[in-house]
């Protein structure tokens, strides 16, 4: 081959659309996209393209855990304790919780990415994003009285990505439509629930329901298809379902030695079949069980 011919040979990679295509193949962990764009203007301006930021989390669909927010539930002191190693850590210090003086903020937990929290005296709920650190802050519904001195009163706020389009891979979800659920119990006697969508900016009818024996802390809850599930300290499941906007009791399987010593050692769980299911840790043995169906259509706690 003579060397005219050579110099007129396509260089690598000229085809516009070649790079992005193999970019977009790179591990989905933090540290990737920032090393891609060292290399030279052109892999930059691929990567620094929010299309195909967009493309690159589709493609990968979950994210990787960067870690995780250590602390009491219903507390203002939570810590992000990262898990991955260097380079891709994410420093502590990076995912601060929001407080200051004269804000005391009550982080309640996360999914889809994003983090809620709860500030009793200004009667807000604050959706926030650790990765952008923005912060959309909702007005308690109308009718909900709140009263810090009142210590018997547990609060539980959940937030949900709505979007519905197909192929939608959760972690950006702060940008579109969200719902949240506010869940709070008093006396240990009455439940009350409310649904709030973005879509709208409006929250729903206060909902409640009584029962004698709501024993003490809510604990973070589990989406279960669109119903969400909170395990009580005795071992029964609330139960909020999304659609009808009701609440709802399970009670706790007949065969299980759970009562209300047992917090911290059972744990409601979304199993693989996308179903609720339940786990405790009875001295070194974990028991497990599932909501079922059985032969008559009546649904029960089935151990595993």
Known sequence: ??????????????????LPEILLRLPPQPSSL?????????????????DFGKRFHKHHQKPPLLGFFRGYSVSTEHHFTPVLDSPDCIPAARFSVPNNNDEHWNFLGCRHG??????MWLREVMV??????????????RGLMFDPDIHWV????????????QGHAHGNCFSGPLKLVLIWVIGFTKAFACLYESASGLWGDIVSMESTDFMVCIRPGILVGNTLFWMLSGGKVIVFDLQTQLLDMIEKPVDSHINTDSYGLVQPLRTHDNRLGLA????????L????????????????
């Open 1 to 18: 081959m003579s060397m005219s011919r050579l110099r007129s040979s396509a260089p690598p990679l000229e085809d516009e659309y070649l």
């Open 289 to 304: 069980w599932e909501r079922k169906s059985n032969c008559n259509g009546v649904v029960t706690w089935v151990s595993l």
């Open 128 to 141: 926030w994003d650790p990765i952008t650190g923005l912060q959309h802050r909702v007005a308690s519904p």
């Open 114 to 119: 994003l983090a809620i929290l709860l500030n």
């Open 34 to 50: 920032p090393r891609a764009s060292l290399v030279c203007r052109r892999w930059l301006s691929v990567v620094s393209d929010p």
């Open 154 to 165: 547990y609060w539980q706020a959940e937030v949900i990505c709505a979007d519905a389009q």
């Open 280 to 287: 405790y840790l009875s001295d070194l043995t974990i028991q």
